[in-house]
């Protein structure tokens, strides 16, 4: 049996985020949202196992999302272009 290794992804340059197609944007921002403290912990309302299981899946999600991609999103750059457009 042949062992598969998964394609390490080149970054999306900080430029192209602008570009993102507005599929892989509304994903994105899904799990951006999510992963905000009062969204990941329910406003306080969940155990510290909950948020780390909720936080370890939308983290899951967010590499799916990357791997479809084909490149390695930035939390960070992305949250600069997840206002720039709430803005816009």
């Known amino acids: 049996m042949e062992v598969q290794f998964e394609k390490k992804l080149k970054p999306l340059p900080k430029k192209d985020y ?22 990941l912990s329910c ?5 510290r196992r909950q948020i780390a299981r909720r936080k370890a899946r939308l983290k899951e999600e ?19 272009e997840f206002y720039r457009r709430l803005e816009g």
């Open 18 to 39: 602008a570009l993102l197609p507005p599929y892989f944007f509304e994903a994105f921002s899904r799990i951006y949202y999510m992963m905000q403290p009062e969204n």
């Open 43 to 47: 406003d306080g309302e969940l155990s």
């Open 62 to 80: 967010w590499r799916l999302l990357e791997q479809q991609l084909g490149y390695k999103v930035s939390f960070n750059s992305f949250e600069d």
